[in-house]
């Protein structure tokens, strides 16, 4: 991810970390296999939609914030770290702000 550290996959860590658990203990408690899981948390690899809901289950945490820290890494991983993916970014902002305007006002 241009020299970008994984916050999905140090955040893992943290929380693999604070609950003084292995990766072998995660992966039991997963299902995903500990060197996938190793690789997630050093940001070699994304999870999958499953491996996601399955690791805020197991930690007992937000999926959705999960899925936003994914989408976020995905994006960076797909476009890198430029101008041009912020001011795109920006772009999808706005229009994001302007389609929960809408919403509302439905």
Do not use: C, W
Request: hydrophobic share 30%.
């Amino acid at each position: 991810m241009d020299g970008l550290k994984s916050e999905l996959g140090q955040y893992l860590r943290e929380l693999r970390k604070d609950r003084k658990e292995t990766l072998h203990q995660v992966s039991k408690g997963t299902d995903i296999d500990s060197p996938m899981l190793s690789k997630i948390e050093r940001g070699e690899r994304l999870p999958t939609s499953e491996q996601l809901k399955r690791l805020a289950k197991f930690y007992k945490v937000s999926e959705a914030s999960l899925k936003v820290m994914h989408t976020a890494e995905k994006i960076l991983k797909e476009y890198g770290a430029n101008e041009t993916t912020y001011d795109a970014i920006q772009l999808v902002s706005e229009q994001l702000t302007s389609y929960a305007k809408k919403s509302k006002d439905k």
